[in-house]
């Protein structure tokens, strides 16, 4: 069974980090390419980053640009965000997505950013 | 970045109803492969989206056939032909044609 599972996510406030990671177990973890995707509080899904398969190559939306890193073990199964300099505005529950059909989510971790 | 529009932006139905939901896109979701990358996801509160229909009109195995999926270029429809209350909640259409995949505004359905 395909299981993505999240963790890391906190209350925090601005300007400070956190690293959210992604357990996933079930399948080949090196042979998909991964998402992060945030939903803000009563809002819509917003893609943030990929990963390709091998960590090879990486994208971002602008949004998070600089500030945030995504990464990945394959060793250890594992999908990573690194998020700096955290606003307000990306306060959200976190999903890792498995690939482009987006057929299996974890259940996401809140990051709430707040003084 | 494609941008995704859904309406109606809410649907209240009446069990047993049939309901309709409309999902543009703001350019050609062809991919260059022939296939359409447009799925449909259902999300109930506090729970993370689940993925009902995929390239347009294929469900995803569970997903009951009161469930479908139609549609071409940019203009497609989910309709459920017989809400049932275990429907209620966000559904957003996604594509993932294009680099980075993205997701409508999402239309919330709910009983009347």
């Known amino acids: 069974e395909v299981q993505l599972v999240e963790s890391g996510g906190g209350l925090l406030q601005p300007g400070g980090s956190l690293r959210l990671s992604c357990a996933a177990s079930?399948?080949?973890?090196?042979?998909?390419?991964m998402h992060w995707v945030r939903q803000a509080p009563g809002k819509e899904l917003v893609w943030v980053s990929l990963?390709?398969?091998?960590?090879?190559?990486?994208t971002y939306a602008d949004s998070v640009k600089g500030r945030f890193t995504i990464s990945r073990d394959n060793a250890k199964n594992t999908l990573y965000l690194e998020m700096n300099s955290l606003r307000a505005e990306d306060t959200a529950v976190y999903y890792c997505?498995?690939?482009?059909?987006?057929?299996?989510w974890g259940q996401g971790t809140l990051v709430t950013v707040s003084s | 970045d494609i941008v995704m529009t859904q309406t109606p932006l809410s649907s209240p139905v009446i069990l047993g109803q049939p309901a309709s939901i409309s999902c543009r896109s703001s350019?050609?979701?062809?991919?260059?492969?022939?296939?359409?990358?447009l799925s449909w996801l259902h999300q109930r509160p506090g729970q993370p989206p689940r993925l009902l229909i995929y390239?347009?009109?294929n469900r995803l195995s569970g997903v009951p056939d009161r469930f479908s999926g139609s549609g071409t270029g940019t203009d497609f429809t989910l309709k459920i032909s017989r809400v049932e209350a275990e429907d209620v909640g966000v559904y957003y259409c996604?594509?993932?044609?294009?680099?980075?995949?993205?997701f409508g505004g999402g239309t919330k359905v709910e009983i009347k």
């Open positions: 997505v498995r690939d482009n059909s987006a057929a299996y």
């Open positions: 079930g399948f080949t973890f090196s042979n998909h390419w």
């Open positions: 996604m594509q993932a044609t294009q680099a980075p995949i993205t």
């Open positions: 990963i390709n398969n091998d960590g090879s190559s990486t």
């Open positions: 350019q050609s979701l062809v991919h260059s492969d022939g296939r359409t990358y």
């Open positions: 390239e347009i009109s």
